[in-house]
Every structure is written in C-alpha cells, then in structure tokens.
C-alpha cells in the first residue's frame, strides 16, 4: 500500500520567516488521517530565512533527526553542544529527559531542511546531540543510513528507536531498492526530482506513506535526493 501525499495537500504556515509544511498533524495543523505512521510522529518542510530561527525551546522523549536540503543550520543546546550543519548532512538530537535547544539560519541565504520527529522505544535517558557529514556521492545509487536504531548500522547517527533515516541520490533512470520488513512502516520524500515507488509516481516534496510492501522499488524519472526513514 502507497498513499501518496502531495505537496500541495500539506498542512503548514508561513510566519514570514519561517515557511512550514507538515506531513503529520502539528502546531495548529490537525489532520486526524495524518497523526503518525508508525513511530514516526513529525515530517516538517521547513524553509527559514537568513539570520532567523528557532529561539531556545525545550524537548523531552523524542528523536528529533535534521537533514539539511539547502543551506545550513547552527544548533546550539543546554547541554553546551554548539555546530552547524551543511546541506546534505544530518543531526540527531535524543531529547531524552529533557533539553533546550535553538536552531539558527546564520546563513545569507534560506536554509531548507526536513525536521523528522520518532517516537523513542525507551525513555529515562539524558539527552544527547551530535552531527555527521554525509557525502551525496557515498549515497550515489543506494540508500545509506544516516541515522539509525539498528545493530550493524555502525556509520549512522545513532537514535534510540527502531528505525533509522536513509538517504540516497539516483541519477535519471537510476534504480534502486530497499526491503521493508513485515508490518514496518516507511515514510519517501524526494527532496529533489521526480521518482516512482514500485510504479506511483512522485514530484519533489511529496510523501509516500508504504506498509504492505516487501520490496519497496524507487526509479528516478529525473536526477533525485530521496530521504525515507523506516519505523515499527
């Protein structure tokens, strides 16, 4: 089962500095067929402008993953964890039992980035951050975790949840694919270009909500940056 999620059916709202679109419910945005899918509880689109951002704010119980699509973001938190993140790299935050953090676009231009929320399967831990530079080309054909509760995934960013947040880049025509396991739920964004998924077709910025499917078969009709992230 494919639901497709046009971009234009996105819940949001432009504050002026910040243009949000939320794949699930969130903020004033209530859409009770788009709560969660699985453990993943937040997909937001955000694109926020230069020398703007979100003021300290606190998290608790919640892997909070970053990517960057353009631009970069300057974290810093209550831990005393301060860093910037690239375009096409990634950071993970474990709010665990709790933190204050702000998020900057320091930049001269607009940073856009996904902000992807997932339950945690544990709680009671102290919170955590850290970042990691993913190259696009290490991607190039294949889906690489990035961050990731599975054993084995030793080159990801560590959640503390099972599930884990993939990235791949297909060059047109490009094929590639990913195996989902029985009564698992994955979550495609194409961050860039226009893909199928086992035949449904996808624009940038649309979601793909997948259960049902063994095999989930991912063909670029145009050069595409795809992020999925894969959840009990």
């Known amino acids: ?31 009770p067929k788009r709560v ?100 696009k080309g290490d991607r190039s054909g294949k889906f690489v975790a990035l961050a990731s509760g599975f054993e084995g995934d030793t080159d990801a960013l560590p959640i503390r949840t099972d599930a884990r947040v993939l990235g791949a880049t297909l060059k047109a025509g490009e094929e590639t694919e990913y195996t989902l396991g029985a009564g698992r739920h994955a979550y495609l964004v194409p961050s860039t270009g226009q893909v199928e998924v086992n035949g449904v077709k996808l624009d940038t910025r649309d979601g793909a909500a997948i259960a049902n499917e063994n095999t989930i078969r991912v063909k670029a009709l145009a050069d595409a940056e795809l992020v999925l992230v894969d959840a009990a």
């Open 36 to 135: 969660h899918w699985g453990a993943l509880r937040v997909w937001n689109d955000d694109t926020i402008a230069a020398g703007t951002g979100f003021p300290p704010h606190p998290h608790n119980d919640m892997e909070i993953i970053t990517y960057v699509r353009e631009g970069a973001i300057t974290h810093q938190d209550s831990l005393g964890n301060k860093g910037r993140t690239e375009a096409g790299d990634v950071q993970v935050m474990s709010a665990g039992t709790g933190i204050r953090h702000s998020e900057y676009n320091l930049e001269p231009g607009v940073t856009k980035i996904f902000q992807i929320w997932i339950i945690p399967d544990r709680g009671g831990e102290p919170p955590a951050w850290g970042a990691k530079p993913f190259p």
């Open 1 to 31: 089962m494919i639901e497709v999620r046009k971009f234009d059916s996105l819940g949001g709202a432009n504050h002026g500095w910040l243009d949000a679109k939320h794949h699930f419910s969130f903020a004033g945005y209530h859409d």
